[in-house]
């Protein structure tokens, strides 16, 4: 990997990197004050609205996002024009098919998860899904070309104005109540989507106006694994949180999403690297074949532990420190939040898994996996939940983020050569180079002065 300056890695990599701490510092800060103000059956309703919310985003991101990205990145800019208005299309399909499952699903929820609440929630959500058509499709079309500072601004403005709004309410002392939540998303969806637009108008703004169906029938045909696979991550990541708001109750959930969200900071490195990975590695498998898509994956997965270990290591043996800092009413949640940060050491595994896949063009084999991933946390939660309590949803999903691993690797070796162990080489080398870099640096300052 080449990270001089003004390399497309090194300037892509600090924009999806500005992006994706951003985007944590504003969830988690949010979480922070929820956490705190809320009751915890309250915020358990919110989470499992959060939740469901995850999916339909996740479901556009699956089918629409990869299938752009790799042909954008991999064809003629004449074509651009004919695959951005394929694109859009399926956009606007799928985000019908969504609010009609939204419609139906409302009452199911409400009565498995015993929430009057979320049902006038989900209907607010169909007017933020809707605003979110441009917003999505903007920064896929972003990505694409390559560049990743436009997709930093809009989500900065979507996700800052909520944490504005949370902010001013626990600051001043204002009541948090759901429903006002729920309808401040669609304003952030809105303006996130204005700022998509000017964004991408100037450079990118490329759309045919007549529909080429041999373009939604390539785009679909790809997406549509990328798309089942996406969801049945979401079923890997959320199905511990569905099955302990009916199991137990809205308060376990709140209880098990604090050991969830504290986590879920150490993969800011593993989003940000894969945002950037999977457009670099379509094109090196085109020009330079399976070899180069190996190295990568490895190298990848190598900076990533590398830069997450130091606080998966910090947070499992000081697990009541941080607790006490960020959520002193779920001291509780001190042994799940150590089960928890292990899924930390396979998550990178896996999410580059999906990306190297995908990018060799094998999306199927991705989407196979992900959904023997997603029975098996069904199964897995389901046991460890009925035999534990609340913790058992951690013991479920990391058995299963553990059998994942192990499959993940026998495919990874058979069809590109990959050796997990060379991850570790890269993250220890990682580490010599930035001791290397840092004491370069001091030297350098101590002989000045």
């Keep these: ?3 001089k300056k003004g390399s497309y890695w090194l300037r892509s990599g600090l924009y999806s990197m500005f992006e994706k701490f951003s985007l944590q510092v504003f969830r988690f800060g949010g979480f922070y004050m929820l956490a705190r103000e809320l009751p915890q059956a309250q915020y358990g309703v919110w989470v499992l609205f959060l939740a469901v919310n995850a999916f339909v985003e996740v479901a556009r991101i699956g089918l629409i996002q990869n299938a752009l990205m790799k042909y954008l990145s991999a064809s003629d800019k004449s074509e651009h024009g004919r695959i951005n208005t394929a694109s859009l299309v399926l956009n606007v399909l799928l985000t019908c098919c969504s609010i009609l499952i939204l419609i139906v699903l409302s009452q199911i929820y409400q009565l498995w998860w015993d929430t009057p609440l979320l049902e006038p929630m989900l209907y607010l959500y169909i007017l933020t899904t809707l605003c979110l058509i441009p917003f999505f499709q903007f920064n896929f079309i972003q990505q694409g070309n390559m560049d990743f500072r436009g997709t930093f601004w809009s989500n900065f403005a979507r996700e800052g104005l909520f944490f504005l709004y949370v902010s001013v309410c626990f600051f001043t002392a204002l009541e948090m109540d759901l429903l006002q939540m729920a309808q401040f998303q669609v304003v952030a969806a809105l303006v996130g989507s204005v700022v998509a637009y000017f ?6 703004f490329l759309f045919s106006k007549k529909l080429d169906v041999a373009w939604v029938k390539k785009l679909f045909n790809f997406g549509k694994y990328v798309f089942g696979t996406s969801m049945s ?3 890997i990541k959320n199905i511990d949180q569905f099955m302990l708001g009916s199991l137990i109750s809205t308060t376990g959930v709140a209880v098990y999403n604090v050991g969830i969200k504290i986590s879920n900071l150490v993969e800011v490195p593993t989003q940000a690297i894969a945002a950037i990975v999977f457009p670099q590695s379509a094109a090196k498998m085109q020009s330079e074949g399976k070899g180069a898509v190996k190295y990568l994956y490895e190298r990848s997965v190598g900076i990533i532990l590398a830069l997450i270990m130091p606080a998966i290591l910090f947070v499992i043996l000081c697990p009541e420190l941080v ?12 042994p799940i939040l150590q089960v928890t940060m292990l ?8 999410r580059q898994f999906g990306t190297m896949l995908d990018s060799i063009g094998k999306p199927k084999v991705n989407f196979y996996f992900v959904i023997l991933g997603a029975l098996l946390n069904i199964i897995f939660n389901y046991g460890f939940i009925k035999a534990f309590g609340t913790i058992g949803a951690a013991y479920g999903t990391l058995s299963t983020y553990i059998v994942i691993f192990i499959l993940n690797q026998i495919v990874l070796y058979k069809e590109l050569g990959v050796q997990p162990f060379n991850a570790v080489i890269h993250a220890r080398r990682f580490y010599i180079e930035s001791a290397g870099m840092a004491f370069g640096f001091f030297k350098a300052k101590l002989s000045r002065s």
Excluded: E, H, Q, W
């Design 323 to 334: 607790l006490r800092i960020i959520a002193p009413k779920y001291l509780d949640a001190v």
């Design 343 to 350: 899924y930390g050491l396979f998550i990178p595994f896996a």
């Design 199 to 204: 964004t991408t108008k100037k450079a990118f």
């Design 233 to 235: 991550s979401m079923l």
């Design 1 to 3: 990997m080449n990270f």
